[in-house]
Each structure stands twice: as C-alpha cells, then as structure tokens.
C-alpha cells in the first residue's frame, strides 16, 4: 500500500467538496420554501448531505468518494482490509477537526506529520492509498468454491474474505505471501494457493 500524498488528497477533498456544497445548496433552497420550518429542515438536510456523503461512497463504493475515484485514490483500513461502517463514520465525524484552527490547518500539519494521514485517519485506523491498476491480477475472476479444510471460527472466515475482497489491490507477490502463512496448516501445494484459498473465500460467502 502507498499512502496518498498530500497534493492528491488535496484534489480529491476539493472535487468532493463542491458536490457535497453543491447538493446542500440544491437541498436548503427547496427546503427554504416552507418557510422557518424549512430552514430547520435544510439544515437538517445540510447536515446528512455534508457529513454522510463520506461514509455512504467509502462503505458502499469500495473506499472511494466521487473525488477519490477521480485521482485513484481509495481508503483502507490500515490492514488494508476493505474500511467497513464505523470506521468510514468516524473519520468523516472528525472531518470538521481538521479544519482548525483555519482553512484545514490541522489536517495539513497531520498529513505531514503522521505519515499523510489526517486525525479522523489516526482515530479511525485509516489510510488513504493509492490504487495501482497495473496490480490487478486476472485471479479475482476465478470460480467456485470448496468447503472449509477444518472448522474456522467466524472471524477467521471474515479474514479469508477479506482475502478475497483485497484481492484487486495486491500484487500477486503480496497475495502469495499472505497465502503462504497457512501453507503449513493447508494440505494444499504452494503454487495453489492463492487459488484454493479464493475457493474456500467463495464457499464461506456462498458463491
């Protein structure tokens, strides 16, 4: 993984940034009819616009705001496994510490000094990176499925998985790695693997 850089995170916050200000404008000027109660809705509104606009792309678009999907960016967790839900809520939560004192003052000196992560990053257990299309390896087509080898507790599926999920944003050497640390507990030849370990991934989801 290689965390983004502090100019394309830029970007990606500032193409975000007129969406999410663009749709609570469209959002206060038709709540702003029905008068003072509008306003109270609008700001309602402005709020769920502004704040949710983060989670709901991150979580159900692969880590990847509007803005974030332009420059090739995604977030992670900082395992690199897929940022789930309360993660995703925290740092977009956070989002309005970074602005102090000024102008996104906080979140700058954060990205400099925490290794281009911000503090809703830091409190979250997030990374941004970059996503690295000439890694995608042709192994996230592979079909079927097979039993679990022994009996594994949920958590353990929930990491074979995630295995799977990731596996558009690993290099096949990192893949094979990975793999490589159940070989000894897996009656399965080396060059498999990765393979067999998807397999086993699709039969825990049903596939």
Same mark, same amino acid.
């Given at each position: 993984?290689?965390?983004? #850089? /502090?100019?394309? *995170? #830029?970007?990606?916050?500032?193409?975000?940034?007129?969406?999410?200000?663009?749709? @609570?404008?469209?959002?206060f000027m038709l709540a702003s009819v029905a008068g003072d109660?509008?306003?109270?809705? @609008?700001?309602?509104?402005?709020?769920?616009?502004y704040w949710l606009y983060g989670v709901l792309f991150e979580v159900l678009n692969n880590?990847?705001?509007?803005?974030?999907k332009i420059q090739n960016l995604m977030v992670v967790h900082e395992d690199g496994t897929p940022i789930r839900l309360p993660a995703s809520f925290l740092r977009n939560l956070l989002l309005?510490?970074?602005?102090?004192?000024?102008?996104?003052v906080a979140g700058i000196v954060?990205?400099?000094? @925490?290794?281009? *992560?911000? /503090?809703?990053?830091?409190?979250?257990?997030?990374?941004?990176v970059y996503?690295?299309?000439?890694e995608r390896s042709t192994e996230a087509n592979i079909t #079927?499925?097979?039993?679990l080898p022994f009996p594994m507790t949920?958590?353990?599926?929930?990491?074979?998985?995630?295995?799977?999920?990731?596996?558009?944003?690993?290099?096949?050497s990192r893949k094979q790695e990975l793999a490589e640390i159940l070989q000894p507990i897996l009656d399965i030849p080396q060059n498999q693997l990765v393979a067999e370990l998807q397999k086993i991934a699709n039969g825990i989801r049903g596939q």
């Open positions: 993984m290689h965390p983004a #850089g /502090i100019f394309s *995170r #830029g970007v990606a916050f500032l193409i975000d940034e007129f969406i999410r200000w663009t749709t @609570a404008l469209a959002v109660f509008g306003y109270g809705l @609008a700001l309602v509104g402005f709020f769920i616009v880590g990847q705001t509007l803005g974030k309005i510490v970074d602005f102090f004192p000024v102008f996104y954060s990205l400099m000094l @925490a290794k281009f *992560r911000r /503090i809703g990053d830091l409190a979250a257990g997030t990374l941004v996503v690295h299309k000439n #079927g499925a097979r039993p949920p958590d353990e599926q929930l990491l074979l998985v995630e295995f799977l999920e990731r596996d558009q944003y690993l290099s096949s």
